[in-house]
């Protein structure tokens, strides 16, 4: 059964009303019809199985058959700041964190970002990296869509962050401890936090900064990975020892 994330103020019980861009998908890309069933997600832990009762050019109208609750967070939330890398590699490293259960992706302008943000452009790129996340929390059936939060220097991003449980710098080359070892907390009020490079790496100034602020320069092993492989590798192995995976 397809499921579709609407805003909180489209659920009226005992009726869900879709409009926008999820009315257009839904009734002319997949030709939805009275009588379908759908499972609908307020994206604020409550999923719906709805029943369609009537579609026209304004909205499509929906019937509240059952409902389901998000049961407790048992693990630590996580940030991924993902330095910035050329166009599709940073989109896809969105959408893979994304059903990879991240919670926040914060996107880094570093020393040795190919990529460089127009201000002017800033807003439009953001749209796009949340329409990816959430058509990714769509596809991977998840509970809640990341929030794709307003880039920063690494700077910014070390002190926004200084409370996290586990702070982590995934460096090539970096004699640091493993990801797969490090010890992870047992409450889970806090996020880990993994930063990863950009196509040409940290620069040492940027590793030295991260240190002083607590970050632990850690390594995905003997390999040097290319920067959207490493987001990737570290999601996994994370995910993996959180039991999120695997």
Excluded at 111 to 133: D, F, G, Y
Aim: with cysteine.
């Amino acid at each position: 059964m397809s499921t579709f994330f609407v805003a909180p103020d489209a659920v009226t019980p005992p009726t869900i009303r879709m409009t926008g861009d999820l009315l257009h998908h839904l009734r002319d890309s997949l030709r939805l019809h009275p009588g379908t069933m759908l499972t609908l997600n307020d994206g604020c832990g409550t999923r719906y199985r709805v029943e369609v009762i009537q579609v026209t050019s304004q909205a499509i109208d929906s019937r509240i058959i059952d409902q389901d609750t998000e049961s407790g967070r048992k693990t630590s939330p996580i940030v991924l700041g993902q330095a910035l890398i050329k166009g599709d590699k940073m989109d896809w490293v969105i959408q893979k964190a994304t059903e990879l259960g991240v919670d926040t992706i914060v996107p880094i302008q570093s020393a040795h970002s190919v990529i460089k943000l127009n201000p002017e452009r800033l807003e439009h790129q953001r749209s796009r990296w949340e329409r990816i996340a959430r058509d990714a929390a769509q596809q991977s059936e998840r509970w809640t869509i990341p929030t794709i939060a307003d880039p920063l220097d690494l700077a910014q991003i070390c002190r926004h962050y200084a409370s996290a449980s586990v702070k982590g710098l995934l460096a090539e080359r970096s004699s640091g401890p493993s990801l797969a070892t490090i010890p992870l907390p047992q409450d889970h009020q806090h996020p880990i936090v993994l930063l990863i490079g950009p196509e040409g790496g940290w620069a040492p100034e940027e590793q030295r900064l991260a240190q002083e602020q607590g970050f632990i320069p850690l390594t995905l092993g003997p390999r040097i990975l290319r920067a959207e492989t490493a987001a990737i590798a570290a999601l996994s192995i994370l995910q993996s020892r959180l039991d999120e995976l695997g």
